[in-house]
């Protein structure tokens, strides 16, 4: 499948389903890359050893899956649309802007501000 057609997949997806409300793969990814940063780091050292491990941790585990998915095919596919859908966050970004642009067409950028 051609990225641009698993690219609108992704984009399509986000726009029907907006982010997911519980277990967002983003914060998971989050919190365990916070926890590798509190282990890492808990001797007050920032040795550059300390970061090149934590990120072989975080990004080559799941970059090694994402790899070997992405060679079978319609697996390869899924995961590649939901990885972008987890990733794009398009719905949730508009649902944000929304009350600031409006703010701001009615000339309140206090308002904007909040």
Known sequence: MSV???????VALDALLGEPRRAHPLVAFG????????RFNASGRGWRSHGVTAWFLAV???????????????????VEILALYCALGLRSLGEHVRPVAEALRGGNLDEARR
Do not use: H, K, M
């Open 31 to 38: 919190r365990y890359a916070g926890r590798l940063e509190q």
């Open 4 to 10: 641009a057609l698993l690219s609108v997949a992704g």
């Open 60 to 78: 080559v585990p799941l970059t090694l899956l994402a790899t070997l998915l992405s060679w079978l095919p319609y697996i390869g596919w899924l």
